[in-house]
């Protein structure tokens, strides 16, 4: 499983734009990068996914560096209700095909 | 409509007892999964399945059994409960793919709390 390493912790004042660092500098050339968040007291919530090219959704958009050893999901007006912890998660189309959470980042919102 | 739905929602049992949660997901997926996130908050995952069969299970102990009897539930049931079994079991599904293999977007239920005393 690729390892990736993320921030403990961020903060961020709503209605600002937020930056979600990951790094996963040994994924594999056919993973995808899944992110996903968890607000309190539910399950983990799909958020975005990508392979080389930068994404846009309705929730986020992600910036994948063009090594593909990191990648930043980007919240563009955070609202409170944006405060969750994020994951991000490289995906194999091969092998085990299962999504391995790491610690995340917790995000802090203050209105 | 609920997408992925979890029963119960709390469950407080004593230690040695046998307790099942139920899951059923509406969204035609035919892969479902189980995850654990203990105390830390880590979210690990225990069984996945394809079509009611068996394709992922991470060393868990053979007393969590996951039962499919379709492709729409996946069911947990866990035998001689211990304390260190307390923890949010999570379910979750995901479609198949034309090219082959689960989809990594996942949707996931709400979450059953266990607690054993």
């Known amino acids: 499983d690729a390892k990736t390493t993320q921030p403990n912790s961020m903060e961020s004042n709503e209605e600002e734009p937020v930056h979600l660092p990951c790094n996963h500098s040994t994924i594999s050339g056919t993973d995808y990068i899944h992110w996903y968040r968890q607000l309190p007291s539910q399950g983990p919530e799909y958020v975005i996914h990508?392979?080389?090219s930068n994404v846009n959704n309705r929730m986020a958009s992600l910036a994948i560096a063009e090594d593909r050893k990191s990648s930043t999901l980007i919240l563009h007006r955070a609202t409170l209700r944006d405060a969750a912890v994020y994951y991000c998660i490289p995906w194999g189309i091969q092998g085990a095909q299962k999504l391995v959470f790491g610690q995340g980042t917790r995000l802090t919102i203050n209105p | 409509d609920t997408a992925v739905s979890q029963t119960p929602k709390y469950l407080v049992t004593q230690m040695g007892n046998d307790k099942s949660i139920k899951c059923e997901q509406n969204l035609g997926h035919d892969t479902m999964y189980w995850y654990k996130q203990d105390s830390k908050k880590f979210l690990k995952i225990m069984f996945s399945?394809?079509?009611?069969?068996?394709?992922i299970n991470e060393t868990v102990p053979n007393r969590f059994s996951p039962k499919s009897p379709d492709k729409a539930h996946l069911n947990l049931h866990i035998n001689s409960l211990e304390l260190g079994d307390s923890a949010v079991y999570f379910c979750?599904?995901?479609?198949?793919?034309?090219?082959?293999?689960?989809?990594?977007?996942?949707?996931f239920g709400p979450g059953t709390r266990l607690t054993v005393l």
């Open positions: 990508g392979l080389t």
């Open positions: 979750a599904s995901s479609p198949y793919q034309s090219r082959g293999g689960a989809s990594g977007e996942q949707f």
């Open positions: 399945y394809n079509n009611k069969e068996l394709i």
